[in-house]
């Protein structure tokens, strides 16, 4: 039994070809055709000619004929001994109410002139046309019409006009009249429509043969109508046809068995757009050749639907698959190389060049899918490449509707292979071996993963693949970077033999919570960044370095207990907003930022660090101890802003970074024997701060008790130096005794408006408005003092004795050095063996009239 799939279409369109019979020839002839005229649909696969590239290139040949209508006759025009000779062959002329176009060039000898001649293209404006009077005579019924009337006409879809350009002969065309039906419609029912049987392929040539017509009425085709068609050489009879209704295709799948055809299925699609000259494609099979690719006509590639083609592929037999423009389904059977790299992909407009119409591609055979081959193929929903080993770079990148793919032996996937195919859902490659970079890149509906014997993902393999819950890789040894990165439904993992993994792997994963992989060593940067991971994997107990912002913004994290953590990298845990709770028993070095605005920590254990870097713990608000029995350094900024800070105990530390506890507004007091050094403003604005012990400092940074209000006990037996607003409005501050002190910056005690007693007997220099504002200092001796500021007692209104000690010249920076101070109600005391003493007027010196000068003799 066989099958054969025949095509009709219900047209409301009109003619496009026909070819005659004379009544001494039965053998059907193609319209003749110059090589280079305009070839219609209808040429091909007419007998005669081999193809269509035959049809077009074929010069006239003896025996050509050509049909021609005029006034109530019509005219064979045969070619003989290279002229055209006409016969009295009549024909008619049937059309539907649409009309065609068909124009081709046809030389005769030479001095013969040219004449167009058109047809109506509206039937309902010719005079005594009636309905009942139209007709046609089957190809193969010939003997049924009456012997005056052995006209052939094919059928075909074409556009609007119908005109023949002919050698010039009297006559012109004004009417057709038909007055008696074929016999082979045997009701007479009323031609308004055609229908057209598509050809039927046959034949290693694939020559394409038309197989039948019909007539159907206005709305549909009796039953009892019949059809003829050849199949391998011989004629076959369809009968019963089911009725047909205009504006919709048919497709009738037939079973042959010895006479008998039997319809075993029929499909029906909705015809185009109103008003629109052709249909939506039909569902016609080709099976093909690979080598005959290319020669096939363009003509009838638009009805092929799906396409099976067999044999070798060249590089011209892949250009060729472009030619069906409206293909749905193509299938490579026995093709066993590589399909080449971008062979379905425009380098230079970067666009497909596969018709939209394509949903399925197979090449059952082919063993490497070659790179950008199918890239930006946008209408693909199907493939199945069952051999193919390797898919290269890019080959299915922004196939943005394939949602089904079989490929189970692929070993490797190339760059970007399978990124951005939005409708993925599923993904199984049993054999899978390494998956390159971003191969699966953006697979933003991936909900299901089947790779059990793949040992590599590369950079970004499944990253922005935001429908994946869940993943199990049972043989994946190493990752790279952003391996899973922006996995947003991504919750559990586990891949027990995974050894090493790049940077990003979870990062912003935002649902993940677990993960398993029970011989990793190590948690990279930024490896779980922005996850919902409520605690360290059990399995990570045991690693020995926490990377660069590994929990960054882990915003469930509530406790950390890492027992063989030796570093805890860059902002390892920055903005663990919940995390209550670390112990590093082994810990020996913090980084920067490790666990910056962890507002919720409360409990520190830190036993063995000795390096904490900068802004470690800063804004932790909750903070209330420190403990850092190891520690040696503590770098910038590391507690600044712990608001809770009650406490600091750090018994080796030698080393305090620059606002290393600024802001701590709960500390009371510090106190090191270690301490050597200490940068600007490490304590400022540690407003409750009572008391400083420092013995080992020999240097006051700048501002480092800025603005310490309740400072009253300063122990800084040993420094040396004090730079700009070191004790700036210390408002609690009384006494102060600084015995080593040489020099002072700018403002140094600006503000201590209760400072009463400075001792300060090194002192050689004071700093710009360095008492400015001490409005109860009312004595001070500076027993060395040579070089005052600008403003240094500025507004000290309290001022009543001040006594100098130096021998050599005391020098004053301008006028303003007791500006507003109670100079004129103060005893000045001035070292009798100096020179300063000489300078004195009465009671003037230094531009000052004080209320006394009193020279004295300093105990040595």
């Known amino acids: 039994?066989?099958?054969?799939?025949?095509?009709?279409?219900?047209?409301?369109?009109?003619?496009?070809?026909?070819?005659?019979?004379?009544?001494?020839?039965?053998?059907?002839?193609?319209?003749?055709?110059?090589?280079?005229?305009?070839?219609?649909?209808?040429?091909?696969?007419?007998?005669?000619?081999?193809?269509?590239?035959?049809?077009?290139?074929?010069?006239?040949?003896?025996?050509?004929?050509?049909?021609?209508l005029t006034n109530d006759s019509s005219f064979l025009y045969r070619y003989t001994n290279n002229?055209?000779?006409?016969?009295?062959?009549?024909?008619?002329?049937?059309?539907?109410?649409?009309?065609?176009e068909l124009s081709g060039y046809y030389p005769g000898t030479s001095g013969v002139s040219m004449k167009t001649f058109s047809l109506p293209v509206d039937q309902k404006e010719q005079k005594n046309l009636a309905a009942a009077d139209y007709m046609i005579c089957d190809p193969f019924m010939l003997s049924e019409c009456p012997a005056d009337k052995t006209a052939t006409l094919h059928f075909s879809r074409l556009t609007t006009k119908v005109t023949f350009r002919i050698p010039t002969y009297e006559g012109v065309i004004t009417d057709v009249?038909?007055?008696?039906p074929c016999k082979g419609i045997t009701n007479g029912t009323p031609v308004e429509e055609a229908v057209t049987i598509l050809p039927y392929q046959t034949g290693e040539n694939q020559s394409a043969t038309y197989s039948a017509l019909l007539i159907t009425g206005e709305?549909?085709?009796a039953t009892e109508n019949f059809i003829t068609f050849m199949a391998d050489d011989k004629e076959m009879m369809l009968q019963g046809i089911p009725a047909m209704t205009a504006g919709y295709a048919y497709q009738y799948t037939l079973s042959i068995e010895g006479e008998s055809v039997i319809v075993t299925q029929v499909e029906i699609g909705e015809w185009g757009d109103s008003g629109k000259d052709e249909p939506l494609p039909v569902d016609t099979i080709l099976t093909i050749e690979g080598q005959a690719l290319a020669t096939y006509s363009e003509v009838t590639a638009p009805y092929i639907k799906e396409l099976i083609v067999t044999g070798e592929m060249s590089p011209e037999a892949w250009t060729a698959l472009l030619k069906f423009p409206r293909i749905s389904s193509i299938t490579i059977q026995d093709y066993t190389g590589t399909l080449p790299e971008n062979c379905f992909y425009n380098l230079d407009t970067k666009k497909t060049t596969l018709p939209t119409s394509l949903t399925t591609f197979k090449a059952l055979k082919v063993t490497a899918i070659g790179e950008s081959a199918f890239r930006a193929c946008q209408s693909l929903q199907t493939i199945e490449f069952p051999e193919a080993r390797i898919v290269g770079d890019h080959t299915f990148y922004n196939c943005y509707n394939l949602s089904t793919i079989s490929c189970e032996k692929v070993e490797k996937l190339e760059a970007y292979a399978f990124a951005n195919c939005k409708a993925v859902v599923s993904i199984n490659f049993p054999v899978l071996q390494e998956a390159g970079k971003s191969s699966l890149y953006t697979c933003s509906a991936l909900q299901n993963v089947s790779l059990p014997q793949v040992k590599k993902l590369d950079y970004g393999t499944f990253y922005y693949c935001k429908a994946l819950t869940s993943i199990t890789l049972p043989e994946v040894t190493e990752f790279d970077d952003y391996t899973f990165?922006?996995?947003?439904?991504?919750v559990s993992a586990e891949f027990p033999k995974l050894k090493k993994t790049g940077t990003y792997t979870f990062a912003q994963c935002t649902a993940f919570e677990t993960l398993s992989a029970p011989v990793l060593k190590e948690i990279t940067d930024f490896m779980f960044t922005n996850t919902a991971i409520k605690k360290i994997p059990d399995c990570l107990q045991n690693v020995t370095k926490v990377g660069q912002k590994a929990f960054y913004t882990c915003k469930e994290l509530t406790e950390v207990t890492l027992t063989e953590i030796d570093t805890v990298g860059v902002g390892a845990f920055y903005q663990c907003a919940a995390l209550k709770q670390v112990a590093l028993e082994s810990t020996r070095y913090i980084d920067a930022d490790a666990f910056r605005s962890c507002a919720a920590l409360e409990r520190l254990s830190l036993p063995k660090v000795e390096f904490i870097g900068n802004f470690a713990f800063n804004s932790c608000t909750k903070l209330e101890?420190?403990?850092?029995?190891?520690?040696?350094?503590?770098?910038?900024?590391?507690?600044?802003?712990?608001?809770?800070?009650?406490?600091?105990?750090?018994?080796?530390?030698?080393?305090?970074?620059?606002?290393?506890f600024e802001y701590c507004s709960s500390l009371k007091s510090f106190k090191s024997t270690t301490v050597k050094t200490i940068d600007p403003r490490c304590f400022a604005d540690c407003s409750a701060m009572t008391e400083v012990d420092l013995p080992l400092l020999t240097n006051l940074s700048s501002y480092m008790f800025y603005r310490c209000y309740a400072l009253t006990q300063v122990n800084l037996p040993n420094v040396k130096r004090v730079g700009n607003f070191v004790f700036h409005t210390n408002k609690a501050l009384e006494s102060i005794s600084l015995p080593e002190v040489t020099f002072f910056g700018t403002n140094t005690f600006n503000g201590c408006a209760n400072l009463r007693e400075v001792n300060i007997p090194k002192a050689d220099t004071l700093g710009f408005q360095m008492f400015s504002s001490c409005t109860n200092l009312s004595e001070i001796f500076l027993p060395r003092v040579n070089y005052i500021d600008s403003k240094a007692f500025l507004k000290c209104s309290g001022l009543n004795t001040v006594k100098f000690g130096a021998t050599g010249e005391?020098?004053?920076?301008?006028?303003?050095?007791?500006?507003?101070?109670?100079?004129?109600?103060?005893?000045?005391?001035?070292?009798?063996?100096?020179?300063?003493?000489q300078n004195v007027t009465g009671t003037s010196w230094k531009d000052y009239v004080w209320k006394s000068v009193t020279p004295y003799q300093p105990e040595n």
């Not at 799939?5 to 110059?34: G, H, M, Q, R």
């Not at 055209?84 to 062959?89: C, E, F, L, M, V």
């Not at 608001?643 to 030698?654: A, F």
């Open 485 to 490: 990165a922006h996995c947003t439904a991504l």
């Open 177 to 180: 009249k038909i007055t008696s």
């Open 83 to 100: 002229t055209w000779a006409a016969t009295d062959t009549s024909m008619y002329l049937v059309w539907g109410e649409g009309s065609l």
């Open 219 to 221: 709305k549909e085709v």
């Open 1 to 68: 039994m066989k099958k054969i799939y025949l095509l009709w279409v219900i047209s409301i369109f009109a003619i496009s070809t026909f070819s005659c019979k004379d009544d001494d020839d039965n053998k059907v002839v193609p319209p003749p055709v110059e090589k280079g005229a305009v070839v219609i649909n209808a040429v091909i696969g007419l007998e005669g000619r081999a193809n269509p590239e035959d049809a077009q290139g074929t010069k006239w040949a003896a025996g050509d004929q050509i049909c021609v």
């Open 810 to 837: 005391i020098k004053f920076n301008g006028a303003e050095v007791f500006s507003e101070a109670s100079y004129s109600t103060c005893d000045l005391y001035l070292n009798a063996n100096g020179i300063e003493i």
């Open 625 to 660: 101890s420190i403990d850092l029995p190891q520690a040696l350094s503590i770098g910038n900024y590391t507690f600044a802003k712990c608001e809770n800070i009650k406490e600091v105990s750090v018994p080796k530390v030698e080393w305090l970074g620059m606002e290393c």
